[in-house]
């Protein structure tokens, strides 16, 4: 079975700065993909960026970026210029052929 | 572009009570999840349908748990009689493939007391 593991439980950064979130999996199946999903404290689960294991041009969406080493099974997030709506809890997460797995979640806060 | 759309967005009932927590997919997306969420356990998978057939349920935890999906537009998970672990919030999620990112909807809490 495929595990995602999120080491660190609570993150903060300061407001405009830059924070990298830490994901690794470990699997053996060759197509997947992974993704990052936002649950800020309204709990919505909000999709933040995904990337698919083939392409190997790391994914990103405005200030939002991923650093994906393949060989390596690491995942991270970066956030640049942080923003105080930032703040919530970050779910890594592997979807290949079974079910969508997600890590225990990093607690992200903004320091004003 | 309306999202996945659930309801109720709280629940509060009593021990031995039946609940119906209520989904809508995005349009055109093909399969659909359901999760429960808690401090303990984390994000669950439950059960998920493709094309409106159930196709792994090993994540509900009893027989009191039942889901179904009857068309396209529309499923619900039903809990009877509800009991007061059953508290946690409900998530429904779809997509266009099973293999493909899930879109969550706004989530039902559920209080059972």
């Known amino acids: 079975a495929q595990t995602v593991t999120q080491s660190q439980p609570e993150m903060s950064v300061q407001e405009a700065e830059t924070v990298t979130l830490s994901c690794t999996y470990d699997t053996s199946e060759s197509d997947y993909y992974l993704f990052w999903y936002k649950q800020p404290p309204s709990r919505q689960m909000i999709l933040v960026i995904r990337q698919e294991a083939y392409k190997q041009q790391n994914a990103t969406e405005n200030r939002f970026s991923v650093n994906f080493q393949k060989a390596a099974k690491s995942f991270s997030l970066k956030i640049s210029d942080s923003q105080l709506g930032d703040a919530a809890m970050y779910f890594c997460?592997?979807?290949?052929?079974?079910?969508?797995?997600f890590g225990t979640g990093t607690r992200l806060t903004i320091i004003p | 572009d309306a999202g996945v759309i659930q309801s109720p967005r709280h629940e509060v009932t009593e021990m031995g009570q039946e609940v119906t927590l209520r989904c809508k997919p995005i349009?055109?997306?093909?399969?659909l999840f359901w999760y429960r969420q808690t401090m303990m356990r984390g994000l669950e998978l439950l059960i998920y349908f493709n094309n409106n057939v159930p196709i792994d349920d090993s994540g509900m935890p009893e027989d009191r748990f039942s889901a179904k999906m009857p068309n396209a537009s529309f499923s619900t998970l039903k809990i009877q009689p509800s009991e007061p672990r059953d508290s946690a919030v409900y998530f429904c999620?779809?997509?266009?493939?099973?293999?493909?990112?899930?879109?969550f909807g706004p989530g039902t809490r559920l209080t059972v007391t």
């Open positions: 349009s055109g997306h093909n399969s």
């Open positions: 999620a779809s997509s266009w493939t099973r293999r493909r990112e899930q879109y």
């Open positions: 997460a592997y979807k290949g052929n079974e079910k969508l797995t």
